[in-house]
């Protein structure tokens, strides 16, 4: 059958580029609270991840989710999860490139969060659900300590570099991976109204009855899980397999149907005298959970900054090369406009993101506690927006799934919902605030290290010191703290290391009400064309 027409005007691939050492911002950061050589260390890494085979595989990944096994073929119970191999490739990846657990075992590499935090944000941008079992081998780590002889058995696992899929006594595996069981069908957020009972034993184990409503990737291999003792919830660590080889009680009752983040398996879980060892203090298992939390919201805000940071790749590489009304998208003005909105709300994300990491390796505790929940609200809140506006750039095209934009969409809302959604993330930060006064000076010394250097920043600082100045009805205003706070946070960040025109923007949009209500309404003055150079990602080959 002949043509009926010639195929013009079609976007080529975007395969060739390099997310982590192409895209300046993410470049600029590493260097800045790390060094050059730790960011060549990651050029492997960067250009395998903008390669067609790794797009490969987060496609494959996704459009062959995770098939629960209950049972084998004679009626056992075996409740094992089968990943495509696509799956294998992605985890092996993220493992072997350090992006579990390995910063904890890093020694003298005083940059070991940032390099990882850089890599995990230029990594995920192919695939986004493998980053959820990643991100729990990497955060078990620092609340498994308070158990030294629960970390003496596993944190070598837990911080290495292999990856060894498959149920196996855990210290004879060469690599682990962790998961958590917090949330309860009648509490969600709520872990107190916990109901699964946790039982002392002679041998100084203890015996878990209940359910949990969310566990995810049910292959792993160890779980903080949380269970209810005389004292109080309390957190424990249960293994799929026991020490002496057999398997642990650990029935997975199905895997859960998401909008999103279809690669992962989240499951329903059934514990009938599931063995488990005390991690803290007994009836003190939330502080010792929050340990793995103040991490996991790290990463949130780290998988939210690199899922605007790949719409925003494909919208960029979409209007450089499509063309339309007798120009290139790029060169058109409202579509400068919305790219440069767009490239503002990314670097602003990925500054806070990698200055986050940066005060795990510099052990900013403090700053860390207040700083990463105003983040998570904020960063993680933000990136539907982003996304949607992403997708409309493309047009229809957008809306297909070749696109991979699909994709990115129904992923886009789970690290706001991930670990307590707006309202629990919200109130959190009132916590901080209230709780310890040493995070609320150390986040308002990193605020006040730009203050002067704008006149709508420090407005915008006067606005959210008279916020905390008044206590009347805190938690109804909880969300307008937050939010002011992490821009607080961004903008300080920005004006200190952005070009001008990237903090000028960010200014005048963000915090000085030169703005609409639909990103791509950047002031006049805005030297737009600036900024959607400094976004593009060029590709090779």
Known sequence: MSPTHEVTNQVPPLIGHDPIAGDAALAEACVRHADRATLESLSALGRLAGSEQAQEWGRLANENPPR???????????????????????????????????????????????????????????????????????????????????????????????????????????????GMGMTEKQGGSDVRANTTRA???????????????????????LFLVLAQLDEGVSCFLVPRVLPDGTRNVFHVQRLKDKLGDRSNASSEVEFD?????????????VPAIIEMVNMTRLDC???????????????????????????????????????????????????LGIRLAAAVDAGE???LRLAGAAAKFWV?????????????????????????????????????????????????????????????AAVTEEIDLARGADPRFDDAVKRLSAELGDPDRLPLRARRIAGLLALCLQGSLLLRHAPAPV?????????????????????A???????VARSAVETVG
């Open 68 to 178: 629960l096994r209950t049972h084998d073929r004679y009626g056992h119970r075996i409740d094992e999860v089968e990943f495509h191999p696509a799956w294998h490739e992605l985890m092996r990846t993220a493992v072997e490139n350090g992006l579990a657990g390995a910063p904890w075992a890093a020694g003298d590499d005083e940059h070991a969060h940032v390099r990882r935090a850089v890599g995990y944000l230029g990594w995920t941008q192919v695939e986004m659900g493998h980053g959820c079992p990643t991100t729990m081998t990497y955060a078990v780590v620092p609340a498994l300590r308070r158990a030294p002889e629960l970390a003496a058995r596993y944190e070598t696992g837990l911080t290495a570099t292999a990856y060894e899929f498959g149920l196996a006594e855990p210290s004879g595996k060469r690599g682990l991976i962790a």
């Open 199 to 221: 039982v002392a034993q002679p041998d100084g184990s203890y015996r878990l009855t209940g359910h949990k409503w969310f566990t995810s990737a049910p292959m792993s291999d």
């Open 273 to 285: 005298g599931t063995a488990g060892w005390l991690v803290g203090e007994p009836g003190r298992g």
């Open 301 to 351: 805000v780290l998988g939210s900054a690199a899922t605007v940071r790949a719409a925003l790749t494909q919208a960029s590489h979409h209007a450089r090369h499509r063309s339309a009304f007798g120009a290139l998208l790029a060169d058109q003005p409202l579509m400068q406009n919305v790219l440069a909105d767009l490239a503002v709300e990314s670097e602003a994300a990925t500054a």
């Open 365 to 367: 505790a403090a700053f």
């Open 380 to 440: 993680c809140k933000r990136t539907p927006g982003v996304v949607a506006e992403a997708m409309e750039v493309l047009g229809g095209n957008g809306y297909v799934e070749d696109s991979g934009l699909p994709r990115l969409y129904r992923q886009s809302p789970l690290n706001s919902i991930w670990e307590g959604s707006g309202n629990v993330i919200a109130l959190d930060v009132l916590r901080a605030m209230g709780r310890s006064s040493e995070s609320l």
């Open 503 to 523: 903090a000028d923007a960010f200014c005048a949009s963000r915090l000085g009400g030169d703005w609409g209500a639909v990103l791509g309404t950047l002031p």
């Open 525 to 531: 003055s805005t030297e737009v064309a600036a900024l």
